[in-house]
Nanobody, 115 residues
Framework: QVQLVESGGALVQPGGSLRLSCAAS????????MEWYRQAPEKQRELVAD???????NYAVSVEGRFTISRDNAKNAVYLQMNNLKPEDTAVYYC?????????WGQGTQVTVSS
């Protein structure tokens, strides 16, 4: 049974930082591309960042230079370090694991950026 469990979401002030974590089980983690998506109320789901099995990364333009995705294959975990957070970063953040056409999703963690 595949499980992806996100954690680390919180209420934070603008300019603050958060680190999201996603713990994976039930997959050969090192083979999967890991992604972070987010969805704000009444907005489409957006791909925030991804990291391939080889460690190459991509970012949405809106988070480039502020967010960093990383993975620890020994711990079956992927992380999203978020710095200089803005109110428009408020959303539910989801972790996904993808290989070929197969994708697994976590349940999401809420990030709220507000003063």
């Amino acid at each position: 049974q595949v499980q992806l469990v996100e954690s680390g979401g919180a209420l934070v002030q603008p300019g603050g930082s958060l680190r999201l974590s996603c713990a994976a089980s039930g997959i050969i983690f090192r083979l999967y591309t890991m992604e972070w998506y987010r969805q704000a109320p009444e907005k489409q789901r957006e791909l925030v960042a991804d990291i391939s099995s080889r460690g190459s990364t991509n970012y949405a333009v809106s988070v480039e230079g502020r967010f960093t995705i990383s993975r620890d294959n020994a711990k079956n975990a992927v992380y999203l370090q978020m710095n200089n957070l803005k109110p428009e970063d408020t959303a539910v953040y989801y972790c996904t694991a993808k290989i070929g056409t197969r994708a697994h999703w976590g349940q999401g963690t809420q990030v709220t950026v507000s003063s």
